[in-house]
C-alpha cells in the first residue's frame, strides 16, 4: 500500500481527467446552477433576481404541485412492483438456454429499445376512445367502453400500463444475468435434500439475486421518478391533472409559463426525493447483507 | 500525387465556397403540420388543400421562384412555443416563426422578436393593406412585430345529412341553429333522438384549447369583460357559471362525443358520428374536400356557420390569428432581405392560404372574384366584425388556455363543482400573471 502510494505521480490523475470534466459539467454544476436558479425570479432569457426561498415557499403551496407529487409517488409505488415482479417472473421463465427462450427474451427485451413517442402511440390505438382495441372489445363483449384516457383514475392507470410494457426488458435482462450467476451445486444439493420448487425458489434462487433485486428497485424507483414523455403525450396530464407527475409540472412551470425559478425550486424536491429513496434503499441492502453475514 | 491532393481540395473548397455564395438561407420553424409525403415537391398551390398543403407548396413555390434563396423549413408540434423557448435559451433561433397573435405579447415584451415595419416598406408592403383586426394582432407600441397571414375563429361545422334526418334543416336546406341556450339543448336532445348520435363533436380530451376558446366566446357573448385588467381574470362570475353549467348540461345529456381528442374529433365528424363539430376556420377546406367525394358521411352535405350567438348580450366569438415573426438575432443584410421577399411572397398569396378556411389577413382579398366564389365563406362573413380576441396586453395567454381547460374540463366531467373549478382557474391564473 505505502509502496504503491510512494510510486503514485499526479499525472496518473489524468486518465480520471476525461470523466472527471464530463462529470462537473453535465452533472455537478447544473446541480449548483439549478439551486442557484431556485433562488431567484428568472426566466429563460436574461439574468433574475435573488428571491431567497420565495420559490420554495410558492411551490409547496401550489395545490397542483401537491398534487403532481401525489401522482408521481402513486405511480412509482405501483409501477416498481410490477416491473419487479413481472421482471422477475419472466426472468424465471426464460431462464433456460433452447430457442424459444431465446426468441422470447429477444421479443420481451423489444419494447425497450423503441422511442417513447412510439411506444405512447402503441398504446394509444389500445386506449383510444371510438376506434381503440379496448373499446372495440368492450363493445364486441357487451358492456360500456371506458375512457381510459380521459376518466381520472384510468389515465394515470393507462400511462402506467404504456410504461411498465416499456421498461420490463430491462429489469428481466439484469434478472436473468443474476439468476446464471447462481452456483449450479446450490441447486444440486437442493436437489439431494428432494426441495420442492417453491422451497428452492425461496430458499436458494430469491435469497441468491436479492443483491439485484434490490438494484432493480433502486433503479426503477429513480426512472420511475422521472416519468414524462408518456403521460404528456398519451393524457397531456389530464383530466384535472389526475396523470400528471412531477417532471411534467416542472416542465409546465419552466418552458410553458416561463418562471424558471418555481420550476427549479420543483426540481430541488424531486431531487431531495430521489435521492431520500436511493438512500433508503441502499440502507435497507446494506443493513440485510450486514446482518448475513 | 501530391498535386492531385491539392488540387482536388481546391475544388472542393471552390465548390463549397460558390454554393456558399449562391444562396441565401433562411430557417423557417412553423407549426400547420408535417406532409412532405404529399407536397414535397408540389409548386402548384392551386393543388394544395388545407393547411399543411398549402403552405408546404407555397414555401416550395417560394423556392422556386427564387433559386437565391433556401428556405429550410422546421416543422414543430402545434404550438411549437416550448421549443422555440429553448432556441431561444440558447440563442439558437430560427429566423422566421409561425406564432399566434395572442403569444406575440409574450416575446414582444421580452425583447425577442424584432419589430418587421423596415423589412415590410423595404418590400413596399403597406400595414393599411392589413385588416384592422389582423393587424391590430401583431401591432405593439406602434409597431409590427409580424407578418398577420389570417385571423380565424371557432365554427359550427355541419353535416347536412344527419341534420336532414334529425329534422333540423330549413326548406332553403340551410340548417337550423340555436339562438338561445335552450334552443340548443332542445335540438341537441331532438338530434340525439332522431338519429341516435351527438349533436356535438367536440375535443374534450388531451387538449385544453376548445374548452378556452368556447368559455371565451360564451363569456363575451355575455358582455362579460373578464380581462378588464390585462394582470387579472375574473371568473367567479355568474356569467362565467352559466356557460360552464351549459357546458356540463351538454356532456351530462348526452348530446357531445366525449374523450376524444383534437385528431379523433375531425376524424369522428368526417366519419358521421355527429351533427356539428365545434372546430376552428382552418377545416373547412378539408371539409369541402371531403363533402366533395362521394361515399362519405359528408357527401354533399356540408355547410358552416359561426358560434350561433346564445346569450342576448351581443354576437361574439373568440378569435385570434396566425403570423410570423423575426427572433432577435443577428442577420446578413442579404437574409434579412430574403424575408422581405418571403413576407411578401405570402401576403401576395393571401389568398391560398385563405382557401384552408381562415379570414385572409390581407383586405385586397376580400374583393378578388375567387375568394367570393370560394365554398360558405357568405355564411362565415360576419366574424370579420365578431370575432373578437383578448385584450392583447394579456401575457401567457397560451398558459393561460391550458388552466382554463384544465380546470373548466374538471367541472364538465364531474371531478370538480363548478364553483370549485372557477376559484381555481381564476387563483392559478392570477398567480401566474402576478409572478411574470
Known amino acids: 500500500m505505502a509502496e504503491s502510494y510512494r510510486r503514485s505521480q499526479w499525472s496518473n490523475g489524468l486518465f480520471v481527467l476525461p470523466y472527471l470534466s464530463f462529470f462537473l459539467v453535465l452533472l455537478v454544476f447544473p446541480l449548483f446552477w439549478g439551486v442557484w436558479l431556485s433562488l431567484h425570479k428568472v426566466d429563460l432569457f436574461g439574468p433574475g433576481r435573488f428571491v431567497g426561498f420565495g420559490n420554495y415557499v410558492r411551490v409547496l403551496a401550489d395545490p397542483v404541485f401537491l398534487q403532481a407529487l401525489r401522482n408521481s409517488v402513486i405511480f412509482v409505488l405501483v409501477s416498481v412492483p410490477s416491473l419487479v415482479a413481472l421482471g422477475l417472473f419472466l426472468a424465471l421463465a426464460l431462464n433456460k438456454t433452447t430457442r424459444t427462450t431465446s426468441f422470447l427474451r429477444g421479443l420481451f427485451f423489444s419494447s425497450s429499445v423503441l422511442s417513447v413517442t412510439i411506444v405512447t402511440l402503441i398504446w394509444r390505438f389500445v386506449f383510444i376512445p371510438g376506434d381503440g382495441l379496448l373499446t372495440v372489445i368492450s363493445e364486441q363483449i357487451g358492456i360500456q367502453p371506458v375512457n381510459f384516457l380521459s376518466t381520472s383514475g384510468w389515465s394515470l392507470f393507462s400511462v402506467g400500463v404504456a410504461t411498465v410494457w416499456w421498461c420490463l426488458g430491462l429489469p428481466m435482462m439484469l434478472f436473468l444475468a443474476a439468476l446464471q450467476q447462481i452456483p449450479t451445486d446450490l441447486y444440486e444439493a437442493a436437489a439431494l435434500d428432494n426441495a420442492s420448487p417453491w422451497r428452492v425458489l425461496t430458499r436458494v434462487t430469491l435469497p441468491s439475486i436479492a443483491r439485484t433485486i434490490m438494484l432493480v428497485t433502486i433503479i426503477q424507483i429513480v426512472m420511475q421518478f422521472q416519468l414524462f414523455g408518456q403521460a404528456q403525450i398519451m393524457t397531456n396530464g389530464g383530466p384535472n391533472g389526475s396523470s400528471r407527475p412531477l417532471v411534467m409540472y416542472i416542465y409546465e412551470v419552466g418552458f410553458m409559463r416561463w418562471d424558471v425559478g418555481k420550476a427549479a425550486a420543483a426540481s430541488e424536491f424531486l431531487f431531495l426525493i430521489i435521492l431520500v429513496a436511493a438512500m433508503a434503499q441502499y440502507v435497507v441492502s446494506t443493513r440485510k447483507s450486514e446482518a448475513s453475514e | 500525387m501530391r498535386r492531385f491532393l491539392l488540387s482536388t481540395a481546391a475544388v472542393i473548397a471552390l465548390t463549397c465556397g460558390t454554393s456558399a455564395h449562391a444562396q441565401t438561407k433562411i430557417e423557417l420553424q412553423r407549426f400547420f403540420g408535417a406532409c412532405d409525403a404529399d407536397y414535397a415537391t408540389v409548386t402548384d398551390v392551386s393543388k394544395a388543400v388545407g393547411e399543411c398543403g398549402i403552405i408546404t407548396s407555397l414555401v416550395n413555390k417560394f423556392e422556386a421562384d427564387n433559386p437565391d434563396i433556401d428556405v429550410n423549413v422546421t416543422t414543430v408540434e402545434w404550438p411549437g412555443y416550448d421549443q422555440l423557448n429553448a432556441q431561444m435559451a440558447s440563442g439558437a433561433a430560427p429566423d422566421v416563426v409561425s406564432m399566434h397573435y395572442s403569444a406575440i405579447s409574450d416575446y414582444q415584451s421580452r425583447g425577442l422578436i424584432d419589430p418587421i415595419d423596415d423589412v415590410l416598406s423595404a418590400q413596399g408592403i403597406s400595414p393599411d393593406s392589413f385588416t384592422d383586426a389582423a393587424r391590430g394582432g401583431v401591432t405593439k407600441e406602434d409597431k409590427l412585430y409580424g407578418l398577420p397571414f389570417d385571423n380565424w375563429t371557432m365554427l359550427f361545422h355541419v353535416n347536412l345529412n ?14 337550423i341553429l340555436p339562438k338561445s341556450v335552450d334552443e340548443l339543448i332542445a335540438q341537441g336532445k331532438q338530434f340525439k333522438e332522431k338519429t341516435g348520435k351527438p349533436y356535438l363533436v367536440q375535443i374534450l380530451a388531451n387538449e385544453t384549447a376548445a374548452y378556452a376558446r368556447v368559455l371565451y366566446t360564451l363569456l363575451q357573448q355575455q358582455n362579460s369583460n373578464f380581462f378588464a385588467d390585462p394582470t387579472k381574470i375574473t371568473l367567479n362570475t355568474p356569467e362565467a357559471k352559466n356557460v360552464v353549467e351549459l357546458m356540463k348540461k351538454i356532456k351530462d345529456e348526452g348530446l357531445t ?36 367525394k362521394d361515399g362519405t358521411a359528408l357527401a ?38 430574403a424575408i422581405g421577399k418571403l413576407f411578401k411572397f405570402l401576403a401576395d398569396n393571401d389568398y391560398e392560404w385563405a382557401r384552408t378556411g381562415h379570414l385572409p389577413a390581407v383586405k385586397a382579398v376580400f374583393d378578388k372574384p375567387e375568394f367570393k366564389a370560394l365554398p360558405h365563406r357568405e355564411n362565415i362573413a360576419e366574424i370579420a366584425q365578431t370575432g373578437r380576441s383578448l385584450p392583447g396586453a394579456v401575457q401567457r395567454q397560451f398558459a393561460i388556455q391550458d388552466i382554463i381547460g384544465e380546470e373548466v374540463g374538471a367541472a364538465v366531467n364531474g371531478d370538480k363543482t363548478i364553483d370549485e373549478a372557477l376559484g381555481s382557474a381564476e387563483s392559478r391564473i392570477n398567480d401566474l400573471l402576478a409572478n411574470i
Request: glycine share 12%; charged share 15%.
Open chain 2, 162 to 175: 344527419l341534420m336532414k334526418e334529425a329534422g333540423l334543416v330549413n326548406a332553403d336546406g340551410t340548417p
Open chain 2, 257 to 292: 362525443t366525449t374523450g376524444l381528442d383534437y385528431a379523433a374529433s375531425v376524424t369522428a365528424f368526417t366519419n358521421g358520428d355527429g351533427g356539428i363539430a365545434i372546430n376552428g376556420t382552418w377545416l373547412i377546406g378539408d371539409f369541402v374536400a371531403q363533402s366533395e
Open chain 2, 300 to 337: 354533399k352535405g356540408y355547410t358552416v356557420y359561426p358560434v350561433p350567438q346564445l346569450y342576448p348580450g351581443q354576437d361574439s366569438t373568440y378569435a385570434d390569428g396566425h403570423s410570423w415573426v423575426m427572433p432577435h438575432k443577428d442577420r446578413t443584410p442579404e437574409q434579412t432581405e
